[in-house]
């Protein structure tokens, strides 16, 4: 950031009075600009034994294979965009039955909301952004194309769970390890 999205003119990188962080800070009208994460929120769409995966038609991770999930918009709640980005994605509805695992990202300044959702019907198709959608087994799911570490870790906990008959709130890290991209090492904290 070089400009104050207020005024017009110069920021500089300061850790403003009573703060602990360098923020972005407006040399003339004294605004302090925020960078914080942003949320990701998505669905675990079940139907019996199965989940509803989606075929990403867009970067990142052209071609790879996903649940429903994105970006939140202003203005809607996790569990609203968990059914937004279901709907856009897959063209399905769900109803929402709570949410199931939050994934911590430092390294890429984002926090993934996975909420796990029924299908309130067998009408689903691609939406925009998916090349192809399915309902999957655990079998099914194609392991070696996932497109996020975040889903993956998600879906095996979501099948142990189901395997157990509970499905506790989960909270996991996803760290890079040593700091190298696509080297990860998963943190299981609740």
Same mark, same amino acid.
């Given at each position: 950031m070089k400009y104050c999205s207020v005024c017009g003119n110069e920021v500089h990188v300061t850790i403003?009075?009573?703060? #602990?962080?360098?923020?972005?800070?407006c040399v003339h009208c004294g605004t302090i600009h925020y960078h914080n994460p942003k949320v990701v929120a998505g669905c675990i769409a079940y139907w019996q034994d199965k989940v509803l995966m989606c075929r990403r038609a867009i970067e990142p991770r052209l071609g790879l294979? !996903? *649940?429903?999930?994105?970006?939140? @918009? #202003?203005? @809607?709640? %996790?569990?609203?965009?968990?059914m937004r @980005? %279901? /709907?856009?994605?897959? #063209?399905?509805?769900?109803? *929402?039955?709570? /949410?199931? *695992? !939050? *994934? #911590?990202l430092p390294h890429i300044n984002q926090v993934y909301m996975l909420f796990r959702g029924r299908l309130l019907d067998l009408e689903f198709s691609p939406?925009?952004?998916? /090349?192809?959608?399915? /309902?999957?087994? $655990? @079998? $099914?799911?194609?392991w070696d194309s996932m497109a996020f570490p975040t889903v993956t870790e998600a879906l095996q906990l979501y099948f142990a769970d189901r395997e157990r008959g509970s499905f506790p709130v989960r909270m996991l890290d996803i760290v890079r390890e040593g700091g190298v991209p696509g080297r990860y090492v998963v943190r299981h904290i609740a």
């Open positions: 403003p009075q009573g703060d #602990n962080r360098p923020r972005h800070v294979w !996903t *649940v429903p999930a994105g970006f939140m @918009e #202003n203005g @809607e709640t %996790t569990y609203e965009g968990a @980005e %279901t /709907l856009e994605e897959a #063209n399905a509805r769900v109803a *929402v039955d709570n /949410l199931y *695992v !939050t *994934v #911590n939406g925009e952004e998916s /090349l192809d959608v399915a /309902l999957m087994t $655990q @079998e $099914q799911i194609p």
